[in-house]
């Protein structure tokens, strides 16, 4: 037991330190970038374009549920689309909330309440989050092109190739998988029975699922690459949709750093490089993504009010799972 309680507060002073170096990165550039300049950029806001910027996020937000559904036919399993898109508001409201976006995983408890086992939830909504991955990997590439020389992106294309085939092969072997049970699942890998098999069908079987995820990835990017051009239309500032696109996809793929809560600090600095290449002042970027911080924690403290009864659920699950091990209680 005591065991347990030092876990729960190493985590939770983890999260804590997270949060507060996210804070005083992004608290060190709005006073290098300044106050004032930033507070200035407010001036030439134009409101009207606020409400096509709410609506575009939404539909972003939103273009999750879709995505599930996908990989779900499959699996032969039917999740109707309105708790679809409640589970996709929650997870989305929780990533904005936690590091690395984890909160997104999310998605694993609720679709275990709709009767499918819990491996194969896991490993949906990893195939899923890989898919997001390789949409953001590939995109990036192509700022690297823009940006950097042609040997930095083929260092990186090496980097990631080498990293996708030690997973794969690592996942493929049978002491691989043996070595997670032991020191990842420990006690609770019985509860994932499945992963590795729904996993692989995924990979060879189910591809045309794969393939729609991955076109729907796109689609849901390209709206939220839209609600940030007409953000940065309301303050005045047009910028080619196509490089918004690409810096949007690099600033996302850091946010996944998992230092900060939701990549704070770490995507406004990002954001900042990126768009003072196309020659953004720094002011007009921050109040933009400060602009748009702002609106993700209102909708995820909106999202996490209206579905409250659900997060208590999921964190007791939770709890429960760690102090009682022996019980398949998810």
Known sequence: MEGL????????????????????????????????????SFDGLKPIYLPIV???????????????AVLLIPLRKHVPLRRLFKYSLLGSGMGALLPGRVGELSIVYFLKKEG??????SALVLVDRMVTFVFLISVSFLSFLIYFSPEVLYILLS??????????VFLAWGKGR?????RILKRHHYLFRGFFRTFKNFIRYYRNAVYFNFFLTVLKWLFYASAMFALFMSF??????FYIFIIETVVSLL??????????????????????????LPSVTLAVYLVLQFSSLVLAALFSALFWKDIKNLASSVRRAVSLPRKRIL
């Open 5 to 40: 309680l030092c876990s729960c507060m190493q985590k939770r002073l983890t999260a804590l330190l997270r949060a507060l170096f996210g804070a005083s990165i992004l608290l060190l550039l709005i006073l290098h970038v300044g106050v004032k300049n930033i507070l200035s």
């Open 178 to 182: 043996s070595l997670i049970k032991k």
């Open 236 to 241: 005045s500032v047009r910028l080619n949709f």
């Open 116 to 121: 499918i086992p819990l491996g194969k939830a």
């Open 54 to 68: 709410l609506l575009l996020y939404l539909v972003s937000y939103s273009m999750g549920m879709f995505n599930i």
């Open 255 to 280: 946010s996944l750093i998992p230092v900060s809560i939701s990549g704070m600090g770490i995507k406004e600095s990002a954001a900042v490089f990126f768009y003072s290449l196309l020659g953004v």
């Open 159 to 168: 980097v990631v190739a080498f990293s996708a085939l030690f997973i794969y």
